[in-house]
């Protein structure tokens, strides 16, 4: 009783030991064990306060009132990046981008970039990464969500973005794929049961145009520049501004800016599709 009425006054928790029998454990009856805990636990473990400081406690002073939630902004100072977002008018949005492939591509980079990308632009987004325990060859995944409104869930269960590096991937996330979306492949061409009409489809070799430019790990890269030419839903600056902030060695972003032109020269020489009934044309 004191032990709780300690607790009510603020002055703190306390320890309060009891002797429990265990007829179970000690293989005796119930009021056997009843005996051993009066006659030989007590006589071992005197029953007692052993200390008590109530008397030199103070009590813990009340938690401070959290501000109201409309003030948040203003105690953060986010004001002005709040008047700014709404000033800008952008035009509305809502990508669910899926990006799978081997370890080692670079699929989470990819993926980083893109929401790096948005962030810059001034929309709300996510990036929730999924991959198995190998560092080179395993499956690797992510999620990114890009749009006008707040992100409700990380997770990408409808995708209306696929960029798939390798066909296990395709064939994963394919059927998935909401009308209308846009799906980049890593081949020269789809496999015959993997071609869908109500999505815009583009499948180029991105890792032999980054081996022939001497760019071997920045195939992911060129897959970002081809959907950008294909997409045009990010602004060009604001993904070069995230791969500054992402790539801090000179000379590798220096690469993947040519990766990047590359991957938009590649689209170019795709023809465009006889509907415009698209994502990108939204």
């Known amino acids: 009783h004191k032990a709780v009425s300690n607790q009510v006054k603020g002055l703190g928790f306390s320890l309060v030991e009891v002797l429990s029998p265990c007829p179970t454990i000690w293989k005796m009856d119930p009021v056997a064990a009843q005996g051993f805990v009066r006659e030989e636990m007590a006589a071992n473990f005197a029953l007692g306060n052993y ?3 109530t008397g030199q406690a103070l009590a813990r002073p009340d938690p401070p009132v959290p501000p109201p939630l ?4 203003r105690i953060l100072d986010l004001e002005a990046d709040a008047d700014a977002a709404g000033s800008a008018a952008l ?6 981008i899926k990006i799978a492939g081997f370890g080692g591509q670079g699929v989470l980079m990819l993926g980083e970039v893109l929401a790096e990308a948005g962030l810059e632009s ?3 987004v996510s990036w929730l990464p999924s991959y198995g325990p190998e560092m080179r060859s395993g499956t690797s995944n992510c ?3 890009i749009g006008s409104r707040e992100v409700d869930s990380p997770l990408v269960s409808r995708p209306n973005v696929l960029l798939a590096l390798n066909e296990p991937s395709l064939r994963k996330f394919l059927p998935a794929m909401e ?3 846009i799906v980049l492949y890593n081949a020269a061409g789809f496999p015959a049961d993997c071609v ?3 999505l815009r489809m583009i499948a180029l070799p991105f890792t032999a145009i980054a081996d022939e430019l001497g760019l071997a790990k920045a195939a992911n890269i060129v897959v970002l520049g081809a959907l950008l030419e294909a997409s045009d839903l ?5 993904v070069i501004r995230s791969l500054r902030k992402l790539v801090k060695n000179d000379r590798y972003y220096q690469m993947d800016l040519l990766a990047l032109e590359r991957g938009r020269e590649e689209v170019r020489k795709v023809p465009l599709p006889v509907t415009d009934d698209y994502l990108w044309g939204v």
């Open 196 to 198: 869908r009409s109500d």
């Open 122 to 124: 001034g929309y709300h």
């Open 70 to 73: 409309d003030q948040l902004p």
């Open 51 to 53: 200390r008590d400081r």
């Open 91 to 96: 035009p509305k949005l809502d990508l669910r």
């Open 179 to 181: 009308p209308g979306g």
């Open 234 to 238: 990010l602004d060009s600056d604001s």
């Open 143 to 145: 999620h990114v969500r």
